[in-house]
């Protein structure tokens, strides 16, 4: 059986006083003698009361409880913008609840009506991979609860976002590549409908133009989880003869490829120079270490919540939509010349 929680109203009780008596000496009302007081708290201690923080957020209006969805706990990435967040909100007063959509659009549209049922005060929301309609997203606004986008963001929804210069940092992983000699460089792309697919290739067609190289399409190929590496490794294979650089959307599609050029005698850096992005711990430990842009996740994490806790503690006020952009580094190590 579920043991039901002691309330003000079962302490007045047992203490023979008024709920509110009870109520304004957990407070130290001055109204409230010191005899009271110690007795109300004395016995509340020995029960372990704790106040109701449902009935309290429904009078207040506020739960200081701000929902997250992120596409995955696990990736380094996004493990260490959860951390910037939960030090940030911790120090301003506030409780995240984390929800995983694991790429699935379906889970992403549940788990912002279950942040919605549970009152949060406001919503932060990195897109999955397969979210393409944004109802969802619009309902949360509609609902009149602050929302903001970090990493992948809706660029038609008005609304604060938190980003990486993903173009200037592909731009900038490229140009490394091209200064190290590197004039044949296969790009490992993300999906073409999300900013940060599109921001990276572009920013990877730009580097290759101020370099007067046009860039090929068969030089473009959609590829950004470590299984689609291996699923298309007989075109990756086919492909290698022509490419001396590979820069990849992420470090673990980098650190992937590496590993199956090395099975096939290729010799990384000499034969082939690979690229990644992100600059997570992997990086470090890959043979040879992996050249990166660091994506600052932690820093991602803190602006985020700086700007969502910002908007909840002046809700009178007219701030108009912002948008962070977090600028990455390139981090150079052995994969590269």
């Known amino acids: 059986m579920k043991q039901s929680h ?3 109203k079962d302490i007045a009780r047992i203490l023979n006083v008024s709920p509110s008596t009870v109520s304004r000496a957990l407070k130290d009302h001055p109204d409230i003698s010191e005899e009271t007081r110690n007795l109300v708290k004395t016995f509340a201690e020995k029960v372990k009361y704790r106040p109701n923080a449902l009935a309290l957020s429904l009078r207040k209006q506020k739960t200081n409880t701000i929902g997250l969805v992120i596409p995955e ?3 380094h990435f996004f493990s260490s913008v959860i951390s910037g967040m939960e030090d940030l909100a911790h120090g301003k007063g506030y409780n995240i609840i984390i929800c995983q959509s694991n790429e699935n659009y379906y889970r992403e549209v549940i788990n912002l009506q279950t942040l919605l049922d549970h009152r949060v005060d406001g919503i932060m929301v990195s ?7 944004f109802d969802h997203i619009q309902n949360v606004l509609n609902n009149n609860t602050p929302l903001i986008f970090f990493d992948r963001i809706c660029s038609e929804i008005e609304t604060d976002k938190v980003i990486t210069d993903d173009f200037e940092g592909a731009k900038t992983a490229t140009k490394y590549l091209l200064s190290k000699g590197a004039d044949k460089i296969l790009h490992l792309a993300g999906p073409r409908h999300l900013d940060i697919g599109i921001n990276r290739v572009n920013g ?4 290759l133009k101020e370099y007067n190289i046009e860039p090929k399409e068969e030089f473009i190929l959609k ?3 470590r299984e689609e590496v291996f699923t298309l490794k007989q075109h990756f294979l086919e492909i290698a003869p022509k490419i001396n650089g590979i820069f990849a959307v992420n470090d673990s599609t980098a650190i992937a490829a590496m590993q199956i050029l090395q099975k096939n005698n290729y010799k990384i850096p000499e034969d082939i120079q690979i ?3 992100g600059d997570g711990p992997v990086a470090t430990i890959a043979s040879p270490a992996l050249s990166t842009i660091e994506q600052k996740g932690y820093e991602m994490g803190c602006e985020t919540v700086q700007l969502l806790i910002h908007r909840l503690e002046n809700p009178e006020a007219h701030i108009n939509h912002q948008v962070k952009i977090i600028t990455p580094k390139l981090k150079k190590r ?3 010349l």
Request: hydrophobic letters at 30%; charged letters at 25%; glycine letters at 4%.
């Open 223 to 225: 590829c950004d989880t």
């Open 73 to 75: 706990i696990v990736h």
């Open 6 to 8: 002691i309330t003000i």
């Open 204 to 207: 990877y067609k730009e580097a």
């Open 334 to 336: 052995d994969s590269t």
């Open 127 to 133: 897109l999955s991979k397969t979210t393409r309609n």
């Open 275 to 277: 690229m990644g992005f």
